[in-house]
């Protein structure tokens, strides 16, 4: 379902269905209605990144190996991770502050705190800023949660791609 939104987000919610190739009846079943659909989806893509984060290690470890782990972590579910980062998280009205999104809040407080430890021990440049390295990262994993969906590539090699893109524009050495 998560694919289907994100590529398919103007689709109504019936059509979302076969985007999902699942029954209207089947689509009834998981979520009576879009909204509680994309809640479903947002708690379990929070689930699933809070577990991809805690297991990952960000304290601790060389951080280049850190970080191929928890890319391949988030690979394996690319359409999740894609949708949380695409339409998972709450959107601002024109005009306004964006909504607060704890769990948006948290992964970004976590991951920066992982760049910049990466930074401190030289296994990431220190003249890119932690937020730059989060959103380049971020959209390296976008990038191969679409791939994925357009090809057979599987979760290891798209961390390669991710791994060796990050890192050539990243890393030192």
């Known amino acids: 379902m998560a694919r289907a939104l994100v590529d398919h987000p103007g689709a109504t919610y019936q059509d979302l269905a076969p985007h999902a190739g699942i029954s209207r009846r089947t689509l009834y079943r998981v979520a009576a209605s879009r909204e509680a659909l994309l809640d479903l989806l947002r708690q379990e893509a929070h ?4 577990r991809a984060l805690d297991a990952a290690g960000l304290a601790d470890g060389d951080p280049q190996q850190v970080l ?7 690979l394996e579910d690319a359409a999740l991770y894609s949708f949380w980062i695409e339409e998972g998280a709450p959107r601002p009205r024109p ?3 964006p909504p607060a999104d ?23 440049r220190d003249d890119l800023g932690a937020d730059w ?8 994993l976008m990038a191969a949660g679409t791939l994925s969906q357009e090809s057979s590539a599987d979760p290891s090699s798209l961390r390669r791609l991710v791994m060796a893109s990050f890192i050539a524009g990243a890393g030192r050495g």
Request: charged share 20%; glycine share 8%.
């Open 47 to 50: 689930l699933a990144t809070a």
């Open 68 to 74: 191929a782990a928890l890319t391949l972590d988030f």
């Open 95 to 97: 005009g306004q502050m």
């Open 102 to 124: 704890p769990v948006m809040d948290d992964y970004r407080a976590r991951m920066i705190g992982f760049f910049r430890r990466g930074q401190a021990t030289g296994a990431f």
């Open 133 to 140: 390295l989060l959103r380049t990262y971020d959209a390296l």
